[in-house]
């Protein structure tokens, strides 16, 4: 007959020098052990009684985290012996791995009153992420629902999505000219929404697919290799010196590109939605879609000169959004079919100017730092001026373009 009681396995120290609480369960004179998401010192256990020692201390603070763990730990008793009953009265084989999933079951019950459906937990998340004006999160993940339903059309449970799922899923991405970036940006979608419904107790987490480790048998999301994102000097030289007169259909978009990079690598929608009333004293001032921060950059003679080109009667400095959009999504979906246009513009201009490399609007971020760091600029200054928390931040990110800040300080000591 199958026995099981917890016990502070003394056997195994952890790094911090407790010990785990282990459940211990014997049948048949073998032995599985495992963790229960607790760990003491030996000194807060009695061993002789087998459960946690009461405090000497008459701290508040320390008499309620021992109620509140003595409770946990009977808790945890009681269900082992419920476990081991239910296993006794309805006659089903008992296996370590059957006893396991049925204590997790009753030790950490799951809200069995809603829909275990991925496409309506889809739906709700949704509509959470529009209220609150995250746009687009909310459209990244619709897209990832509507690519899950062209490969499986009806209901799907979140315990179907399991690893094999996942690599047929993949496999079907693949098939319809899916990439490893888009491919990722799907898997990290979906991983996502199963670690939001083990947070809401409406997924089991012993069913995650996901690898957390390179050695399990889990799905792994593949990996995207990074590109530079900011030109050479002598390609950023070429692509300024761009003719637009003589290509006027990309005029509009080449000036676009200078003010995003005379403007600190502007992100395109912050772009979209200055006014008129963003330009105060001398200055352009507008806070960050992406981060809320506040930015405030000199109106400089430059900007005037491409401001001259739009002039126009409507409150938006550029011609992408109108009084027309109004809502959010009229916004992100207008920005987005401006910013796809000017992109491909970018790829025009590259190509004429023999530039073998993609050019985005993000590219400018980018080369706003590049451009500063290799004129001599510090890592603190361009820190400062992209409003990032840290020089760390800042340090990563040039790391992105190629630039090696461990290297350089080893090569300083020589």
Not at 144 to 157: G, P, V
Not at 231 to 259: C, I, T, V
Not at 277 to 282: E, Q, R, T
């Amino acid at each position: 007959m199958p026995t099981a009681k917890t016990i502070l396995y003394k056997q195994k120290t952890l790094s911090d020098g407790k010990h785990p609480l282990m459940l211990v369960v014997v049948n048949d004179s073998k032995v599985s052990r495992f963790s229960l998401g607790l760990k003491f010192n030996a000194s807060e256990w009695s061993f002789e009684q087998n459960k946690l020692k009461r405090p000497r201390s008459k701290d508040h603070a320390t008499l309620s985290r021992f109620k509140d763990l003595s409770i946990k730990i009977n808790a945890i008793n009681e269900t082992a012996e419920s476990v081991l009953e239910y296993f006794r009265s309805s006659n089903k084989p008992f296996t370590f791995k059957s006893y396991k999933e049925e204590f997790n079951k009753r030790l950490d019950p799951i809200d069995n009153s809603q829909s275990d459906d991925i496409y309506t937990y889809y739906d709700k998340l949704i509509a959470e992420m529009k209220k609150d004006n995250r746009i687009g999160t909310a459209t990244s993940y619709t897209e990832t629902k509507k690519a899950l339903q062209k490969f499986h059309s009806a209901n799907l449970s979140f315990y179907e999505i399991d690893p094999d799922f996942l690599k047929r899923f993949e496999r079907h991405l693949r098939a319809n000219n899916g990439t490893n970036g888009g491919i990722s940006v799907r898997m990290r979608n979906i991983r996502a929404v199963l670690n939001s419904a083990i947070a809401e107790k409406l997924y089991r987490k012993e069913y995650y697919p996901f690898s957390k480790h390179k050695r399990d048998k889990l799905y792994q999301i593949p990996k995207t290799t990074k590109n530079p994102k900011a030109l050479s000097l002598e390609d950023f030289d070429r692509f300024m010196s761009f003719d637009s007169n003589e290509h006027p259909h990309l005029q509009k978009d080449f000036l676009l590109a200078q003010w995003i990079y005379f403007t600190r690598g502007i992100n395109f929608i912050d772009l979209a939605k200055l006014k008129q009333s963003n330009i105060i004293n001398g200055r352009i001032v507008y806070k960050r879609s992406k981060t809320g921060k506040n930015e405030n950059i000199k109106f400089t003679d430059r900007h005037k000169t491409i401001l001259s080109y739009f002039a126009g009667d409507g409150p938006y400095l550029f011609p992408i959004l109108s009084e027309f959009h109004q809502t959010e999504d009229q916004i992100k979906n207008r920005v987005k079919k401006c910013r796809t246009k000017f992109n491909k513009s970018m790829r025009e201009i590259a190509t004429i100017q023999g530039i073998d490399q993609n050019i985005t609007s993000y590219t400018f971020r980018h080369q706003y730092a590049s451009i500063l760091l290799q004129k001599g600029a510090s890592i603190d200054q361009i820190s400062r001026n992209m409003n990032h928390d840290n020089t760390k931040v800042t340090e990563n990110y040039l790391k992105d373009l190629g630039f090696d800040f461990e290297g350089d300080k080893l090569d300083e000591m020589l």
